[in-house]
């Protein structure tokens, strides 16, 4: 059946966002919904496996192997940048780490001008999505399409870790996940008996069995269509045919923080310069688009231990292979179902912090970079990434070819306050491995080094050599009052100057999340969901 046609609502993405917003607009049973997604079928068997993230990431198959442009802040480096180049989007590829943030990220989203996103206006939501082992309550929701549940195994190796970050006065906690994510424990996963449990697992495929709901996959979105001040549909190419479809209702922008901008500015919507750069004619003055980018970075340093086992040693045994997979064949359980992080701690890079402010994620393993392989050595990572940085960055068009990388530039480390943050991280983190429960394993830093001093600016320098971003892009189409020339949207998630068109998704966000982006991109997703059915005629 051809494609071309007209639809109630358009949604452009299949990630995280789009897979749910595409189940709620089709779940009448009558609204015609098209998704297009730009990636294909989750058809590969790592990505249902949980540490086949360390295959999925930089592989062209799974990644849209974007890079950032050289940071200053880096000390002049290039990051890869990876994006799940398939349907459930990063939640196909990404750490499975259940984590909603802290009750004031929402409240100040509401002081900022947006009403209906503070705590209590998107606890409900955070509820309604979630399938969570602990059962309903205040603060957990059962029967949702995101499956929560606890780790499957545990190392020796973490719980010394836990115990160090508890002689320093950091709370054990048994749940990130009630507004107040400060304390050390383990991380809750979107995964279901030992499989990661993506966005498209959860809610696209069991919607696609609505006659109404139509999926596109391998589409290149060329850009909106702007008929009269109002997005009525959308171009994009399909087979190397070029198809041009209609929406009735709205066309939705869920293509993710980097891409959403992307095709606003393809579509002539943006700051004018920037767009005029790239050959493109300004269809809607929108200075917010593609700026206010902003992402966790990650020291990430390493410690050699001994008499203790990490995955380093077992990983490089043929025999300790084989029992891995066995373990996983049989029951499911074991180092195949490892999120990247399995220990989390949050606390004060300085006491003078009013909440937590950074986060670590430890792994009982090292390497030097996703996609390379494990050290020979026994090691573990323990990476601290501040919460809320002060930098922020761009998304921009490198041309006006819409199948050309956008130019992404996160400005990491560009603030004194970034900078003082992450030097306070470090001597955090060497605090953390000096303490008694750790002692008799003789960590040694490998990463940054002992040859580092602890001034701060020589950590400053430090945490640019070994940071990297732990994949958190958010804001590029960012919420907001009117007032706000920067606001791209309004609080319904429309985009301002322009009828038929909403952006939903991580780009909406005023400030980033105290925490790991995917959950509260869920919650952004059933929320705005919400909002276009609420405003349909």
């Known amino acids: 059946m051809s494609i071309d046609g007209e639809y109630d609502y358009i949604v452009v993405g299949a990630g ?6 595409a189940n709620r607009l089709s779940a009448d049973g009558k609204s015609r919904v098209l998704v297009l997604e730009a990636g294909g079928k989750d058809n590969w068997i790592w990505f249902h496996i949980p540490v086949g993230y360390l295959f999925a990431i930089g592989n062209p198959r799974s990644d849209w192997m974007y890079r950032t442009v050289e940071e200053a802040g880096l000390n002049g480096r290039s990051l890869a940048y990876p994006r799940g180049k398939v349907i459930g989007g990063s ?12 009750s004031a990220d929402y409240d100040g989203w509401r002081h900022l001008g947006n009403p209906g996103w503070g705590w209590a206006d998107v606890l409900p939501a955070f509820r309604s999505i979630e399938d969570s082992f602990l059962g309903d309550s205040e603060h957990h929701g059962i029967g949702g ?17 836990r115990d160090a970050a508890i002689e320093m006065g950091i709370p054990a906690t048994p749940d990130f996940n ?10 809750h996963v979107n995964q279901k008996l030992g499989r990661r449990w993506s966005s498209a697992r959860g809610f696209l495929k069991p919607a696609l069995k609505r006659p109404n709901l139509r999926l596109e996959t391998h589409v ?3 850009r909106v269509v702007v008929e009269n001040g109002r997005a009525t549909g959308v171009t994009f190419i399909k087979d190397g045919r070029t198809h041009t479809v209609r929406a009735k209702g709205e066309v939705i922008l869920s ?36 700026a206010n980018l902003q992402d966790h970075l990650q020291q990430r340093a390493i410690y050699t231990v001994t008499g203790i086992k990490t995955l380093n040693e077992t990983y490089h045994n043929l025999f300790g292979r084989a029992l891995m997979g066995l373990d996983y064949a049989f029951r499911r359980r074991g180092p195949l179902t490892m999120a990247p992080s399995q220990l989390g701690i949050f606390t004060r890079s300085d006491p003078q912090q009013a909440r937590a402010n950074i986060q670590f994620h430890v792994q009982p393993l090292s390497l030097d970079k996703f996609g390379d392989p494990l050290h020979t050595f026994p090691a573990i990572t323990v990476s601290a990434c501040n919460l809320r940085p002060t930098g922020r960055g761009t998304i921009r068009l490198a041309s006006d070819d819409p199948a050309a990388p956008p130019l992404i530039a996160p400005n990491y480390l560009s603030t004194d306050d970034d900078r003082r943050v992450a030097a306070d991280a470090i001597r955090v983190t060497r605090r953390l491995m000096r303490q008694p429960s750790l002692a008799s394993l003789k960590p040694a830093e490998y990463l940054p080094g002992p040859e580092v001093g602890d001034d701060d600016e020589a950590l400053a320098v430090a945490a640019g050599n070994i940071g990297t971003t732990i994949f958190h892009p958010v804001g590029t189409a960012k919420m907001g009052p009117d007032h706000d020339e920067m606001a791209v949207l309004d609080p319904r998630l429309k985009v301002r100057g322009m009828e038929g068109l909403r952006v939903i998704d991580a780009s909406i966000m005023p400030t980033i999340t105290s925490g790991n982006t995917n959950t509260p991109t869920a919650m952004i997703a059933e929320r705005g969901s919400a909002l276009v059915l609420a405003d349909r005629p």
């Open 91 to 102: 939640s196909a590829i990404n750490a499975m780490v259940a984590m909603r943030g802290q």
């Open 178 to 187: 009630t507004g107040d994510n400060e304390g050390a424990g383990y991380f």
């Open 16 to 21: 995280t966002a789009g897979c749910i917003v």
């Open 220 to 222: 290149e979105v060329q």
């Open 145 to 161: 399409g995101f499956r929560v549940e606890a780790a499957r195994l545990r190392w020796d190796i973490l719980d010394r870790v």
């Open 255 to 290: 293509a993710g923080a980097v891409n959403s901008p992307k095709i606003l500015q393809l579509s002539g919507i943006g700051k004018p310069d920037w767009i005029a750069e790239a050959g493109i004619e300004t269809v809607l003055a929108s200075p917010g688009v593609g």
